[in-house]
């Protein structure tokens, strides 16, 4: 921890992604013979790290936009992971002496899915294309009980000796479709609780802590997947957190949230990092560079197959989709919803970083198989996928920077646009509500006064939606505008409040109790104010 929050400082200032720095940190950490070794518990991983990890990425997900992307998201997720886990597999039977294909499959299903944590980190503040991060993010939330699954069959064909496809088939559809049903069972019991615990934003905030816990754990008792059970729980409480939570709980959960995230995250990374040392020292039998040299090009592989897989799903899908555009008379030949720019293909198929789960899966081998003697090249298994991991998260999350440079994509700016219609939207409505179902009896004067306010507001921001719709590109406003000159007032009001408020305390002019209560509500105003001077810089 203190490693982590020291590095948190300079993060920014270096410019490097937060997975890489951590990863390399902890790597230099294990080689370092005066501190101790630090072996990664897989059930660790597992149960306590996974599931607040994934809820709190689905949380943030949006339900719309990932129901819109559903089909790239699940081609990705579930098609892409068994065709990486197949062609990994062939590579290394090909390749490694000794490796038979059952332990080629089951290298294979390891190092399948890119990382959730990975990829957040990585194409966070990176301005892509909504509807790329919503594919991105979407697809690594489900490809884990995707590569779980495949992992499973692969494990037990070793241990065993034994794999009958449509036995495993069967499985597979109970396994997922089981975790998907147990998810939005528990996630709709979750919302009931919410519900009835209103306006308690400590017990709340509790109440999101145990949810990914009591999703994972009741679904692996019930032999199904926890992941998506955790996914699925959490999808379907974001998508009524608006009615089911306060502004007080949502300003609570959302800075717990932040802070168990950011550490999870960085202690997982660095013990990733710390995991070579003890893999290298448990090898025997391969030299070093041979092995390294092995794990390069089943790198290699893992990166050419999702480039080659991503661009030939749009390439059918565009196929498809002219076909049934040509029975559609009179169909415009502008770009659908569903389309996306050679560009951001590019994009999201160089993306295909590996992380915890990857190592978590391959730190789970068992030791034994079922007759009792060792598992079959265990140690070289894991550093092959520690490879993996450290070679598409150091160059593909290195590389990603300079590939959208590279491009030219620039930040969309169409959401800045959109705030301003739904704030116009919403100013039009009140109006309307104030006109006519205003429930509160006011003067005449009074109710003017009401809606010209509103009425400013609605001027104010049409002419700043012809604005924008007038720009070719965004120009980054410097506040200088009478309203952003008028909010840096308000700040700069706020600032000195605040200090009055420290010589209050000092002085021991007020009570404790009213001077915590109005640095609450300044807190409240400087948070309302600096999102505001955010929004008028973009």
Known sequence: MAILIGLSAIADKIKLPYPILLVGVGLVIGFVPALPDLAMNPE?????????????????????????AIRPISTLAIT????????????THWLVPGFGWPLAFVLGAIVSPPDAVAATGIIKGLGLNKRVITILEGESLLNDASALIAYRYAVAAVTTGVFVFWKASLEFLWVAGGGVVAGIAIGYLFILAHKKIAHNPVVETSLTLLAPYIAYLLAERLHISGVLSVVCAGLM???RAPEIFSYQTRMRTRAVWDTVIFLLNGIVFILIGLQLPLIINNIKGYAFMQLLGYGLLISLATIVVRIVWVFAGVYNQKLFSFKKKKNIENAAPAETPGEIPWKNVLIVAWTGTRGVVSLATALALPLTLNNGQAFPYRNVILFLAFVVIFITLVVQGLTLPLLIKILGVEKKMTFHKEDKELELHMAHQVVDFIEKDFPVPLEPKMTNQLKKRYDVLIDKLSKEISHIDQLKRPVQNKLATPMGQLLLAQLEITKFQRELLIKFHKEGSFSDDAIKHAERELDVEEMRLNGLIDKNEK
């Open 80 to 91: 892409l992971v068994f065709f990486t886990t197949i062609t990994v597999a062939v590579v």
């Open 237 to 239: 409480v974001t998508w």
């Open 44 to 68: 660790i991983v597992f149960l306590i790290f996974l599931p607040p990890l994934l809820y709190d990425a689905a949380f943030k997900t949006s339900w719309h936009e990932f129901k819109t």
